[in-house]
């Protein structure tokens, strides 16, 4: 320890001296293993010739407590005894275990949850009231009511009830955030155009897990309205109901052209979601759809062709099928786990068309610091047109813009019209996405507010020899920047500042976006 000269500071050194490295000479268990003493060994990380690693013990001790609490003893100890050789840098360790006594859940509190129905959160409780306690139970509870979306945190604890030594109480504190949202988007393209959507939703109606949303969608070439209203438990066995209503229109050539060209589509689907794990969920659904296809002597060759082969109005009834599954901590701010989905969908002779259209989707979160995230979006689909019938213009795929190819306009990327330049969509299309997340410095560990850094790559493509069209560089497109991520009171907001990679002809670029309400 030192004075400065001017008296006014301290210094404090600390010398340290690591010494030698140690290995395990030998490690066994001894205690009460409850004749469970293969299945704990198995749980041990740290062998005999391995150099002393506290990191590795301390997981040694924790997934030993950890399967113990798997049936009913909540309060297990595992203390590491060592003996240290010092002649030849070795360690015997020896893990005496204490399960201590097997309690049951008396009872399971919802705590903090003002609008939430008790209900809502009880039904995604796997740890059940009257039964042994089941630490891995106690996990995947809380896992699923933080996927719920509803809570900003979930914090379960488990308290010993007085007078008795074999019942526990189970605390589920949740901290509500507002599951309204007013959805708001907007982008400034790099013709000084600005397109704007809007809607309302509300994820947790009158606090009964309901989802109702209407969606707006205001831009001049691309207009829609939707209705959704999800019901996660349409039958008490968890049985999901989904119904959707939407019109579109669809005008691709109102900019650059004089077209009025346009598509108008009016429809709906039911769909039914049935699970079968804790994780995965199959679909099943069937809908109905009227597209009417205006067009005159400005409209891409390729929609010519299309309406010349099927008429102005085409009508449409898919049916669709699909599995996901879901096994991230939380829908809202993922910090580990991941999802997948995949959808087939397939038009029916009912309709005037048939096709089939196949999309798969796989995100994955890792955390490898403290509010640091690191994740992955994987995302493609693929349509054909069957019985030798060319694939629907109405189901093209479209990427660019944010949830997408952030730096590039939306919808901006893939086959363009000959003629206009304009990009018609195509029948497949890869996206991918990396993105870091992190808090915000200064902040400290707020999961509500965090900046993130990402890499964006992916382009759609259109059949071959399609009439009309060009798919012009037909590489992938790739976009990089930075942005912020805020859970604000009108929900999820997203703000990002893309730029393109490698720059080719004719691509449309859009730096600043924003959107309130996106995922990924």
């Not at 099943?284 to 082969?309: C, H, M, R, W």
């Not at 990009?423 to 808090?439: C, D, H, K, W, Y």
Request: hydrophobic share 30%.
């Amino acid at each position: 320890m030192s004075i400065s000269p001017d008296k006014k500071d301290m210094y404090l050194t600390i010398a340290l001296h690591e010494g030698e490295p140690y290995k395990i000479s030998a490690i066994k268990l001894s205690g009460n293993l409850l004749d469970r003493q293969a299945e704990l060994t198995k749980l041990i990380k740290i062998k005999p010739g391995d150099r002393f690693s506290a990191e590795k013990l301390q997981a040694t001790t924790k997934a030993i407590v950890d399967k113990l609490g798997e049936y009913g003893y909540a309060f297990a100890q595992v203390n590491a005894q060592p003996q240290i050789n010092q002649a030849d840098h070795t360690v015997d360790l020896t893990l005496n275990v204490d399960p201590s006594r097997r309690v049951y859940v008396r009872r399971v509190n919802i705590v903090g949850n003002t609008r939430t129905r008790d209900e809502v959160v009880r039904r995604e409780m796997r740890q059940l009231e009257s039964s042994w306690f089941d630490s891995s139970r106690l996990a995947l509870s809380k896992d699923r009511v933080n996927r719920l979306g509803y809570f900003t945190d979930v914090d379960v604890t488990t308290i010993p009830v007085e007078g008795t030594n074999d019942q526990v109480d189970v605390d589920v504190k949740v901290t509500e955030k507002p599951t309204g949202a007013i959805t708001l988007g907007a982008g400034f393209s790099s013709t000084d155009k600005v397109v704007l959507s809007a809607g309302v939703s509300q994820d947790n109606v009158f606090g009964s897990g309901t989802s109702l949303s209407v969606n707006i969608n205001t831009a001049k070439t691309y207009r829609t309205l939707t209705v959704t209203q999800v019901d996660p438990y349409f039958t008490i066995d968890g049985i999901k109901r989904i119904t959707d209503l939407y019109y579109r229109t669809y005008q691709p050539l109102y900019y650059s052209t004089n077209s009025s060209f346009k598509i108008v589509t009016v429809g709906g689907d039911l769909k039914f979601g049935i699970p079968f794990s804790e994780q995965d969920t199959v679909y099943f659904g069937a809908g109905v759809e009227q597209n009417t296809l205006d067009i005159d002597s400005a409209t891409p060759q390729s929609y010519i062709d299309y309406v010349k082969e099927f008429g102005r109005v085409v009508n449409n009834v898919p049916v669709t099928v699909g599995w996901s599954r879901d096994n991230r901590d939380s829908a809202l701010v993922p910090s580990r786990g991941y999802y997948t989905q995949t959808n087939a969908e397939y038009g029916t002779p009912a309709g005037n068309t048939t096709y089939v259209k196949v999309d798969a989707q796989a995100q994955y979160y890792y955390s490898f610091a403290r509010g640091f995230v690191l994740g992955f979006n994987l995302q493609g689909g693929y349509g054909k047109g069957l019985q030798g019938q060319t694939y629907p213009i109405f189901k093209n795929y479209y990427a660019g813009g944010i949830g997408s190819v952030r730096g590039y306009e939306p919808s901006s990327l893939g086959p363009r019209d000959t003629t206009t330049g304009d990009p018609i969509g195509g029948s497949r299309m890869a996206v991918g996405n990396i993105e870091l997340t992190f808090p915000l410095p200064g902040t400290g560990y707020d999961r509500t507010l965090r900046v993130f850094t990402f890499l964006d790559g992916g382009n759609v493509w259109g059949d071959p020899g399609q009439g009309g069209t060009s798919t012009g560089a037909n590489g992938l497109r790739y976009g990089y920047g930075f942005g912020l991520a805020w859970i604000s009171p009108i929900g999820p907001l997203k703000l990002s500042l893309g730029f393109p990679v490698t720059k080719h002809a004719g691509d449309q670029y859009q730096k600043f976006q924003f959107q309130i309400g996106t995922a990924f």
